[in-house]
């Protein structure tokens, strides 16, 4: 008997509500390493593909928002528990699409996860830091309290695959957003293979939607939805970011320029506080009086 075997080669397709279809146009495109070398077939996302992902993520922005900001950190806390557990084919598969050694891509990985457990603990402490009480004039209490802003176009970072990947992802949803994400176009196998683990990680369907294909073919359809509230820019170079800021200024989109970042470095509150609205509530203390104040 032969000790020969065919190769099971894996089918990658979309996250879109929970659920992995195909493309709807049916189309793929080859996707190689960095030596050009074949890996797969990519789905190839269409503009039908666009609106299901937005309209998945806009039905399940109730329920995330909804969510207590404690049981969000344990689900993006099960989210790193799941990487851990996969953390040899999200190794192999960096290494795979950017071209780095087995070491190198194994410290994009530990990175990687670790920064979904950095953005775990944020959940419920990001509000004390950006809320809190104002001191006003009158007897009044002023409190300002953040909310997320609602469905979020993310342009995931063309050549930081996963780790750029992750830190632009992770704190969008640790707010309470919802977010379609558009994979790294020259490599999209990790992030479509996070797409698995996130099914997996109790994060509910149409939390987190990954189309893969041409970024500005998705792009511009997104960046133009009624339905969108914001988007990052993450993944666009400068040319294609100042048309879709154009397009996302048809409905005061929130807007996160593209910037140069060190994804290995800790990173700060900002792309958290990019995506919340602050909404601010007054009530009165009852009547201040000489003697002192009464409720």
Not at 68 to 81: D, M, P
Not at 223 to 252: F, P, S, T, W, Y
């Amino acid at each position: 008997m032969s000790d020969a075997r065919l190769s099971v080669f894996k089918t990658y397709k979309l996250y879109v509500g929970g659920k992995f279809p195909r493309s709807e146009s049916g189309r793929v495109y080859e996707v190689s390493d960095s030596k050009g070398n074949w890996l797969a077939n990519a789905p190839l996302s269409s503009r039908k593909d666009a609106r299901d992902a937005v309209v998945a993520a806009r039905k399940a922005f109730g329920g995330w928002s909804g969510a207590t900001a404690y049981n969000r950190g344990q689900v993006l806390y099960r989210v790193a528990e799941m990487l851990e557990g996969r953390r040899e084919q999200f190794v192999r598969e960096v290494a795979d699409a950017e071209g780095l050694s087995k070491s190198k891509a194994a410290a994009v990985v530990d990175a990687a996860i670790d920064r979904w457990v950095w953005y775990a603990g944020w959940t419920d402490k990001i509000a004390q830091v950006i809320g809190g009480a104002n001191p006003v004039a009158g007897p009044y209490f002023n409190l300002s309290s953040p909310e997320p802003t609602g469905v979020v176009v993310v342009l995931a970072p063309q050549e930081s695959s996963f780790l750029g990947l992750v830190s632009v992802v992770a704190p969008v949803i640790a707010t309470g957003n919802t977010a379609v994400v558009v994979a790294s176009e020259k490599s999209p196998l990790p992030a479509l293979s996070l797409a698995e683990v996130l099914a997996t990680s109790d994060v509910p369907g149409g939390v987190v939607n990954v189309l893969s294909g041409r970024t500005a073919e998705i792009a511009a359809p997104l960046a133009a939805h009624q339905d969108v509230n914001a988007i990052d820019l993450a993944g666009a170079d400068e040319e294609l970011a100042k048309e879709l800021e154009i397009a996302a200024a048809d409905n005061l989109k929130r807007v996160l320029r593209p910037q140069a970042v060190d994804y290995f470095e800790t990173p700060g509150t900002d792309r958290m506080t990019a995506f919340l609205e602050t909404k601010t509530v007054w009530h009165p203390t009852g009547s201040l009086g000489a003697s002192g104040s009464s409720y």
